[in-house]
T-cell receptor, first 112, second 114 residues
């Protein structure tokens, strides 16, 4: 699985958009970008995933650059409950493998 | 619909002892993966069980073993505990063979080795 690079921490004011970047310059053509988050003392929670097109669901939007070497997770209106560690993961999205390789993630602090 | 459940919530063991952690997957899921999360780190993959067999394994010694039962629940066993085994142990369930992209995680078992 390709290695990802994320900032260690970020701050965001409540109600504003939180934009979390991720670099994955060695991504292969069959690898998907996944985002999970982990709120303190809980297990990780799936947010969104994509291959090359931008994706949106009820939680967030995922913007993947055309060369697929980086992506941005967007939380459109961050709330205090979005304070968590956000993990960007790249892995093969189909087939038998479902292992997730976590890095250290980005610690997002949402403030009043 | 119950999500992934794990037991116990917390556990304290002494070096050299053995421990068994338990996981019940989300209803309808047949694959269970185990992860170890040390303080301040991201979860690290231990192994995955599907159809009662270990299908993938991460870089963990043989002291870590597991089992999956016919009802898809799973156990993680750790023998000869070391201080470095102190961590949060997470169980995640999914549908096997890549039929779903999303893994559902339980709340974890906090293991402290003294």
């Amino acid at each position: 699985d390709a290695k990802t690079t994320q900032p260690t921490s970020m701050d965001c004011a409540e109600g504003r958009a939180a934009n979390l970047p991720c670099n994955h310059s060695t991504i292969s053509g069959n690898e998907y970008v996944y985002w999970y988050r982990q709120i303190h003392s809980q297990g990780p929670q799936y947010i969104i995933h994509g291959l090359k097109n931008n994706e949106t669901n009820e939680m967030a939007s995922l913007i993947i650059t055309e060369d697929r070497k980086s992506s941005t997770l967007i939380l459109p209106h961050a709330t205090l409950r979005d304070t968590a560690v956000y993990y960007c993961i790249v892995r093969v999205g189909t087939g038998t493998a479902s292992k997730l390789t976590f890095g250290t993630g980005t610690r997002l602090q949402v403030t009043l | 619909d119950a999500g992934v459940t794990q037991s116990p919530t917390h556990l304290i063991k002494t070096r050299g002892q053995q421990v068994t952690l338990r996981c019940s997957p989300k209803s309808g899921h047949d694959t269970v993966s185990w992860y170890q999360q040390a303080l301040g780190q991201g979860p690290q993959f231990i192994f995955q069980y599907y159809e009662e067999e270990e299908r993938q394994r991460g870089n963990f010694p043989d002291r870590f073993s597991g089992h999956q039962f016919p009802n898809y629940s799973s156990e993680l066993n750790v023998n000869a505990l070391l201080l470095g085994d102190s961590a949060l142990y997470l169980c995640a369930s999914s549908l096997g063979l890549g039929r779903t992209y999303e893994q559902y995680f339980g709340p974890g078992t906090r293991l402290t080795v003294t």
